[in-house]
Nanobody
Framework: QVQLVESEGGSVQAGGSVRLSCAAS????????MGWFRQAPGKEREFVAV????????HYADSVKGRFTISRDNAKNTAYLLMTSLKPEDTAVYYC?????????????????????WGQGTQVTVSL
């Protein structure tokens, strides 16, 4: 089992920045990819970003490309999501997720079903 604990999100004005962290414990050595997803009110959960845990390859949703950056600290078993130039439409509950398989396909790495462990979710609110 892998346990994921996310940092608190918060409220920020449009144009601001927030950095989320996600610490993995337990069988963290089994993790091959860390991803971030989000769910806005009344909407389905959607993919945001993923990073290959060892190789460092990344993939982003088009809606956040150029504004969000996923990174990790292997020594701390922690993934980060730096969100800049935030917009009100970025308001959502953000979830980190860990996968024990990293796929060569960006499509596969963006699918919720391919993630084995999930964090508790953290609210990020962006206001005008």
């Amino acid at each position: 089992q892998v346990q994921l604990v996310e940092s608190e999100g918060g409220s920020v004005q449009a144009g601001g920045s927030v950095r989320l962290s996600c610490a993995a414990s337990g069988r963290a050595f089994s993790v091959r990819a860390m991803g971030w997803f989000r769910q806005a009110p009344g909407k389905e959960r959607e993919f945001v970003a993923v990073m290959q845990w060892t190789g460092g390859n990344t993939h982003y949703a088009d809606s956040v490309k150029g504004r969000f950056t996923i990174s990790r600290d292997n020594a701390k078993n922690t993934a980060y999501l730096l969100m800049t130039s935030l917009k009100p439409e970025d308001t959502a509950v953000y979830y980190c997720a860990a996968a024990t398989t990293y796929y060569s396909s960006d499509y596969s790495n963006a699918r919720e079903r391919n993630y084995d462990y999930w964090g508790q979710g953290t609210q990020v609110t962006v206001s005008l």
